[in-house]
C-alpha cells in the first residue's frame, strides 16, 4: 500500500525565514517544531474533512482547476487550525504577521491584501480563493503548497 507523507507549509507564516539568511539554531528548533505541528493540523483536517489525499498532491504540481468542496473545506481547516482564519473565513492579518520577520512584513502584506477577496463568498470559498492566488503570486516562497504531500513508495 502506497504511504503519503503530509508536509504542508501553510503560506503566510514561514515565508520569509529561508530567504536571505542562514537561520539561527533557535529559529530552525521554532521552524522544525512548526512544521511538525503544521503536518499535524494536516493530517488533521484530512481525516475531518475526508478529502482525497491525492487531490492535495495535486496541488503541489501547480494543478488548481480541482473544484472540490472536500479540498475548500480542507483548506480551510488547515488555516482555521494554524489560527490565521476563523471557521467564518475572517482572515486574521495580526495572528498571520505575528510571526513573519520584520523585513518581510511589507512583502508579506502586500500579498494578503491581494489574495483576501473583497465578495462575499462561503468561507471554504475564501480559504479556497486565497491559498490558490498566494500560489499564483509568489509560488517559491508560498510553503503552503510547495511541499504539500510528498509521496513515498515501498
Not at 94 to 105: E, F, G, V
Not at 108 to 113: G, L, Q, R, S
Not at 127 to 149: E, G, P, Q, V
Request: aromatic share 12%; glycine share 2%.
Amino acid at each position: 500500500m502506497r504511504e503519503v507523507v503530509v508536509f504542508v507549509c501553510l503560506f503566510v507564516f514561514v515565508q520569509g525565514i529561508f530567504r536571505y539568511s542562514v537561520p539561527s539554531p533557535s529559529k530552525i528548533n521554532k521552524t522544525e517544531e512548526f512544521l511538525r505541528q503544521l503536518k499535524r493540523h494536516q493530517m488533521d483536517c484530512i481525516e475531518l474533512t475526508k478529502v482525497d489525499p491525492d487531490m492535495i498532491l495535486k496541488l503541489k504540481t501547480g494543478y488548481w482547476s480541482l473544484n472540490s468542496s472536500t479540498l475548500k473545506s480542507w483548506a480551510l481547516c488547515v488555516l482555521n487550525k494554524m489560527g490565521i482564519m476563523s471557521t467564518e473565513g475572517v482572515f486574521k492579518l495580526d495572528a498571520a504577521l505575528s510571526t513573519i520577520p520584520n523585513k518581510d512584513k511589507e512583502y508579506a502584506e502586500k500579498i494578503i491584501d491581494e489574495c483576501l477577496t473583497p465578495k462575499a463568498l462561503p468561507p471554504p470559498e475564501i480559504a479556497w480563493s486565497y491559498i490558490k492566488c498566494h500560489y499564483r503570486m509568489d509560488k517559491y516562497h508560498n510553503y503552503t503548497t510547495l511541499s504539500i504531500l510528498e509521496p513515498r513508495f515501498t
